[in-house]
């Protein structure tokens, strides 16, 4: 299974975007889906994560502006990231994550957030 992210850009502080992340094959073959972020300098760090069953996580840092969802049909997961700041400026990583198996990563897709 290969994972396609895309999505990323230029926008100004305040404004929203929404990335998507396209798998090849089926998504319910992984426990879970998510997204991280890398910023220069930084590890990379998990944003929000979504279970097979449907069970959400998200950093504090964008609970409240980031929405994760996924639809099935599409094998696709979503991220909609609304009032975005400087600091969310990354390379944004989609994963998928399987028990007992090595994680697959996306290419990554930069969001840069201006002032």
């Known amino acids: 299974v290969q994972l396609q992210a895309s999505g990323g850009g230029l926008v100004q502080a305040g404004g929203s975007l929404r990335l998507s992340c396209a798998a090849s094959?089926?998504?319910?073959?992984?426990?879970?889906m998510g997204w991280y972020r890398q910023a220069p300098g930084n590890q990379r760090d998990v944003v929000a994560r979504?279970?097979?069953?449907?069970?959400?996580y998200y950093a504090d840092s964008v609970k409240g502006r980031f929405t994760i969802s996924r639809d099935n049909a599409k094998n696709t997961v979503y991220l909609q990231m609304n009032n975005l700041k400087q600091e969310d400026t990354a390379v944004y990583y989609c994963?998928?994550?399987?028990?007992?198996?090595?994680?697959?990563w996306g290419q990554g897709t930069l969001v840069t957030v201006s002032s």
């Open positions: 094959g089926s998504i319910f073959s992984f426990a879970a």
């Open positions: 979504i279970t097979s069953g449907g069970v959400i």
């Open positions: 994963n998928g994550a399987r028990l007992g198996s090595t994680d697959y």
